[in-house]
């Protein structure tokens, strides 16, 4: 039985519908339409943890996110954004 593999997704809608729209663009609307940001679009790193590895010459779908500095009392002093690279299921495939 497969399990279920559910990132850590906690992005916002705003950046669901900018890889939404980049799976749209590859690979048409019924991709589109099953796109799960916690479940079938994922880092390299998280893919390989789960048993997968990613198709050769595949190229990354790109997206963001906000990373926030805390200093020690936990009062953010500084936020900046961060690109990340993601996978989407058909590019990927199971280890052995």
């Known amino acids: 039985m497969e399990r279920t593999i559910v990132s850590s997704w ?33 880092t390299f790193s998280q893919w390989r943890e789960n048993g997968y590895k990613v198709k050769y010459g595949e190229k ?5 996110t906000i990373i926030e500095q805390r200093d020690k009392t936990g009062d953010v002093v500084r936020r900046y954004v961060k690109t990340i690279s993601l996978f989407y299921v058909r590019q990927v495939e199971k280890i052995g």
């Open 10 to 42: 906690r992005g916002s809608a705003t950046t669901a519908e900018q890889v939404r729209e980049q799976i749209l663009e590859r690979w048409g609307q019924e991709e589109a339409s099953n796109y799960d940001p916690r479940s079938n679009c994922l």
């Open 60 to 64: 990354a779908i790109k997206s963001f």
